[in-house]
């Protein structure tokens, strides 16, 4: 398992943008998966976004708002995240996977981390 350590998440108002940054451990960051998922107050754990060396996948909700990279180099995932909306508010998750292909379910992910708390205020 790799450790996975989120950062950058805060208050915000609606219309604001924030970016969510995963650092990884180990040195083979560049072959994992790396995704992002999202559980608001009284909701199940939802996908957001993945991204593998070969391409990425996002869920409709926040298509054209989101966008999810990496830097391998930094060993280092990115969630930036324009036009915040207040559904938009959840503690976001990272997540990796020992794989080539981004996935969009929960159970194909080995690791995870603590998790990092957005609220946007409408």
């Known amino acids: 398992q790799v450790q996975l350590v989120e950062s950058g998440g805060g208050l915000v108002q609606a219309g604001d943008s924030l970016r969510l940054s995963c650092v990884a451990s180990?040195?083979?960051?560049?072959?994992?998966?790396m995704g992002w998922f999202r559980q608001a107050p009284g909701k199940e754990r939802e996908f957001v976004a993945a991204?593998?060396?070969?391409?990425?996948i996002t869920t409709d909700s926040v298509k054209g708002r989101f966008t999810i990279s990496r830097d391998n180099a930094k060993n280092t995932v990115y969630l930036q995240m324009n036009s915040l909306k207040p559904e938009d508010t959840a503690v976001y998750y990272c997540?990796?996977?020992?794989?080539?292909?981004?996935?969009?379910?929960?159970?194909?992910?080995?690791?995870w981390g603590q998790g990092t708390q957005v609220t946007v205020s409408s």
């Open positions: 997540a990796a996977r020992t794989a080539w292909v981004p996935s969009n379910r929960e159970v194909d992910y080995d690791s």
């Open positions: 180990g040195r083979t960051f560049s072959s994992y998966v």
């Open positions: 991204i593998s060396r070969g391409g990425s």
